[in-house]
């Protein structure tokens, strides 16, 4: 997401193309070598997973990168038999996000960056801003970001806060102590490999592929490492689709028609008619859940505190929306302030941030 100051105001940057106020953090290029970032990328990415699964086609889409900022990790490109690193591909979400602002040129920014980011990840990013043309860049850790953001209608709110950032690919905390408007980071704890992937995984690994074996046989497909990965790859999607339907509704019917799953290992095309309550996504997600509660208590304990000593819990990330983790939270630390947007609650904090910078 991108945001910026206006009169005073912070405004979101909605996306050109879907005007929403978050864009996929995912590229995808085309056979004549042209990239795409966003929306369309993501659905390019679905397509070419669950095309992949019948007939081994070249896979030039890109997620999650985030994770393996700051190491060698290479994402090859078959249609252009180029090799990307993390950081071009993040810098090509920054400069799609960069794109969205049609009346000025923007040379400085703000760039957030997980709070368990080691120098070589926090290097990285800066790298990727530099390579979509920022030439001011500040890097503002994602915990103090919502806090700011949070912050603006509740300073008053002296004490310990404490920020439950659970994202996409990573998730962190942090407890900041706040004192006459004034807000400093106390410590942090984090995991860059704990996020809305690993949930989305687990409800493939219990509740989708128990559901085909029952019905097809894909043993050949389950002992190879390789194609293994890339069905639990394609079955993410209706992980996510289950996921978000289970939010505010009972229960929900998962249909796939037969063959969009690729076929089994005697070539009968695999379908997926499933039922799936809301008590079976609890009891799937909240183990990945707690690992994140545990990493906050840690956190909080670490610092002599328990729970009723914080008087703010702030949530952040799309997976924060769930009401299986709320509910955990409230029980096992305290009731989660819920005023503020967990999706766009960090870019705010980082204009708000970006407000106080002069650069001139």
Known sequence: AISRMENGTIRIIKSLDTQ???????????????LFVGDKAYLNYRSNSLK?????TSFNSYIEFKRTMGTDKKYHSSFTEKDFSSEELSAEVLKRLKEYIQDENISAVIVTVPAAFKNNQIDATRKAAQLAGFSHIEVLQEPVAASMAYGLENLNKDGFWLVFDFGGGTFDTALLRVEDGIMRVVDTEGDNYLGGKNLDFAIVDQLILPHIQDRFSIHNILSDDKRK?????????????????????????????PGDCGEDDEGEEIDIDLTITQEDLARILTPVFQRAVDLSLKLIERNNLKGSDLESLILVGGPTLSPILRKMLESQIRKPDTNVDPMTVVSKGAALYASTIDIA
């Open 52 to 56: 992949n699964l019948s007939n081994n």
């Open 229 to 257: 990965a890339e069905f639990r790859n394609a079955l993410k999607f209706f992980a996510e689709e289950i996921k978000n339907n289970l939010s505010f509704n009972a229960s929900h019917n998962i249909y796939v028609d």
């Open 20 to 34: 929403k106020d978050t864009t996929p953090s995912c590229i995808a290029v085309n056979q004549k070598g042209n």
